[in-house]
């Protein structure tokens, strides 16, 4: 039996329920896999976390796991992620991080410039639009300040 660990830093009930939902799912048809979820709940509209808010992620022991899948926003600090990461290195543990790459984990994520990119020309090319407004994140968001510099 396969113990995958999902550590997860959310503050969005709907995204929280939307990964759940696809964990539960992955469950049902993988009967050989456990999948093992912690929440370390953020809050909306406030990039600063409470310090006791990452303590659930001291609690599993990760050489219990045999996989481990990082989720989170920009109120779970790089380092503290960097920190788990490394920690799955150094046991040989496969780490996975969602959309926010770190050092000695595969990275799954979109290239929100490119998808910007064709969602612009698309609404100048076929639906003639002259004068689109852009909407940002959070301007401390990662992912905001990566959309605004265009790639290499």
Request: hydrophobic share 35%; with cysteine.
């Amino acid at each position: 039996m396969y113990k995958i660990l999902f550590l997860t830093f959310d503050w969005n009930y709907n995204i929280a329920n939307e990964y759940n939902s696809g964990i539960q799912k992955f469950v049902q048809d993988h009967t050989d896999t456990n999948v093992y979820v912690f929440n370390g709940m953020g809050k909306y509209n406030k990039v600063e976390a409470e310090i006791r808010n990452f303590e659930i992620f001291n609690v599993p022991a990760l050489e219990q796991y045999d996989g481990v899948a990082l989720q989170g926003n920009v109120s779970w600090p790089i380092e503290k992620r960097q920190m788990i990461a490394n920690q799955c290195h150094e046991r040989g543990i496969p780490c996975v991080s969602i959309n926010y790459p770190l050092q000695n984990c595969t990275y799954i994520g979109t290239d929100n410039y490119e998808a910007m990119a064709k969602m612009v020309t698309h609404l100048i090319l076929i639906h003639g639009s002259r004068r689109p407004y852009f909407i940002t994140g959070l301007a401390k968001s990662q992912e905001a300040i990566d959309d605004m510099i265009p790639p290499k």
